[in-house]
């Protein structure tokens, strides 16, 4: 069953204040903040190796991987890597780089979720996508913008509007709860994918879910 550590973690942490927060943390190891009963998101700040990015952001679109596979978590590596080749990313160190970075990022993940399967979604996104504000249909959600402007996100006051929204830093880990989380805890964290204005602005986003016995997927 997906975050079944978290329904004890949880359960030990209960107050009464009816908050979400999102935390904000430089590790790894600062990804189990999401257990905390009242943070709804974690944001780790991190910063990608020298020359990854601007490698990332020279790329020709179409040498971007695009593309959505559900595996178990050992399986990541080599699917991940077909993706790339199918696209025809350049092969060399900074690619290296990104495949390392993608499968730690998903082990991390599978360390909140202790799940059989995940979920990886790749999106080039050169449009507005996604514009309104909402909680994902999931347990828990991770989403990073390797290339270009990072989700948005905001707290929904008493009349459920949007207050300040926030942009999460290029590079950034975000993890979200969503509608599934094991414990019914107040939250009012949404988010979005952010306006594009510039015809020449490319998003490169992954996503990674994970999966339970209730999802219709075919592995």
């Known amino acids: 069953m997906i975050l079944d550590n978290a329904k004890e973690i949880i359960k030990k942490n209960i107050v009464g204040s009816a908050t979400a927060k999102v935390a904000f943390v430089d590790d790894k190891e600062g990804l189990a903040r999401l257990f905390d009963v009242n943070t709804a998101g974690v944001i780790w700040r991190r910063r990608m190796q020298e020359g990854l990015q601007s490698w990332l952001r020279a790329l020709p679109v179409d040498q971007l991987p695009t593309g959505r596979i559900v595996l178990p978590i050992s399986k990541i590596r080599s699917a991940v890597t077909e993706l790339m080749n199918i696209s025809e990313m350049p092969d060399g160190a900074e690619r290296r780089l990104l495949l390392d970075d993608i499968c730690m990022l998903a082990?991390?993940?599978?360390k909140l979720c202790t799940s059989h399967y995940l979920r990886l979604r790749f999106d080039v996104i050169t449009t507005n996508k996604c514009p309104k504000f909402h909680i994902d249909h999931v347990a828990a959600r991770l989403l990073c913008t390797y290339r270009g402007v990072g989700t948005e996100y905001s707290f929904l006051d008493d009349q459920k509007k949007p207050t300040d929204i926030c942009p999460t830093p290029e590079c950034a880990a975000i993890v979200l709860r969503g509608t599934k989380w094991p414990i019914d805890c107040f939250n009012n964290l949404v988010h979005?994918?952010?306006?594009?204005?510039?015809?020449?602005?490319?998003r490169l986003l992954l996503v990674i879910d994970s999966v339970d016995e209730d999802d219709n997927e075919e592995f």
């Open 107 to 110: 082990h991390e993940f599978n």
């Open 192 to 202: 979005r994918s952010p306006e594009i204005y510039g015809e020449n602005e490319t």
